[in-house]
């Protein structure tokens, strides 16, 4: 059995309440061929004394300071630093069980053609460890095509349980910058357009800390990120007619809120993106719409969404 190593990267902005509970997940793991990647992120608080700590005590941790550039920027930091086969993600307020590497690289070596392996978890409210529940995730072998056709159902990788081989994200590039909250969805579906396999491990490996300064609370960014994921890897030859009417669904509805709340560069850019998602007259009306009218597009937009299929 080989055993490769494994990066695993921790971006880290003012974590210093829970960061060395995490940073001991990592040390304690069952398999210990690792180096950890702790990024710094501009904190003001001791995070980064803390971290220095661990990095001084052990030679598989470093630490990289940099001025505060997100959660994204401060993932690809630590992409761009590793010298694993595989790579990793924990933030410095989440738990991994102590097997968890053992078990995912256990699938890799008897599966060699996996390119990411993900898990089950738990969910826990910060602080209280028994109220945890199931994350959710989904679980089996889907190649490229089957997970990019899920993926646009729902996340259901969650970032803190994956493995993912180094030579894909050198393929698929950095993490998207753009994003607050969703660039790990945009990641897995680029992953998936480049026809990597992956595989869901039913086990439980993680614990996710829920509190209240996780970006998933804030249900109109989530949405917005959403559509932008959607629509930048939308390939309508991947989509049968019900998915389609989802999807279309789910972005006019976005769009209508865009515009109520006059976020009308927003609502353009989801209405001009994608080729093939929408009639083009419709799509040409409604950029119209939006463009002259503004926030005042709102129900005129929706008259056009629910008339498209009059249009040619």
């Not at 309440?17 to 950890?36: D, G």
């Not at 803190?160 to 180094?166: A, C, F, I, P």
């Not at 969805?185 to 680029?190: A, G, N, P, S």
Request: charged share 25%; glycine share 6%; hydrophobic share 40%.
């Amino acid at each position: 059995m080989t055993k490769p190593l494994i990066s695993v990267i921790m971006p880290a902005f003012n974590a210093e309440k829970h960061m060395a509970e995490s940073v001991e997940t990592v040390i304690n793991q069952t398999y210990q061929n690792w180096e950890l990647i702790i990024v710094n992120d501009g904190s003001t608080d001791s995070t980064g004394a803390i971290a220095q700590q661990y990095a001084l005590a052990d030679k598989r941790i470093k630490l990289i300071n940099q001025q505060n550039k997100k959660l994204s920027a401060a993932r690809n930091t630590g992409i761009k630093a590793s010298t694993g086969d595989w790579i990793a993600f924990l933030d410095a307020d989440d738990l991994w069980v102590t097997d968890k590497l053992e078990k995912q690289i256990d699938i890799i070596n008897t599966n060699p053609d996996i390119g990411l392996v993900f898990s089950d978890g738990y969910i826990f409210n910060d602080g209280d460890m028994n109220t945890d529940f199931p994350y959710g995730a989904v679980s089996g072998r889907f190649t490229g095509v089957q997970m990019y056709k899920r993926l646009y159902q729902g996340n259901y990788v969650p970032i803190l349980s994956v493995l993912v081989k180094k030579t894909h994200l050198d393929k698929a590039g950095w993490q998207d910058e753009q994003f607050v909250a969703c660039q790990d969805w945009d990641y897995w579906l680029r992953l998936a357009g480049n026809d990597v396999i992956f595989y869901g491990m039913p086990d439980r490996l993680f614990y996710y800390r829920r509190h209240g300064n996780n970006m998933s609370n804030d249900s109109n960014l989530m949405d917005l990120e959403k559509s932008v994921v959607f629509v930048k890897n939308f390939n309508r030859e991947l989509f049968d007619a019900p998915a389609l009417k989802n999807l279309k669904s789910f972005l006019n509805i976005t769009i209508c809120k865009l515009i109520g709340e006059s976020k009308i560069k927003e609502a353009l850019y989801l209405i001009s993106k994608p080729d093939g998602l929408w009639k083009k007259m419709a799509q040409n009306i409604v950029r119209f719409l939006i463009n002259n009218l503004k926030k005042n597009a709102n129900y005129p937009v929706r008259l056009a969404f629910k008339t498209e299929n009059l249009f040619a």
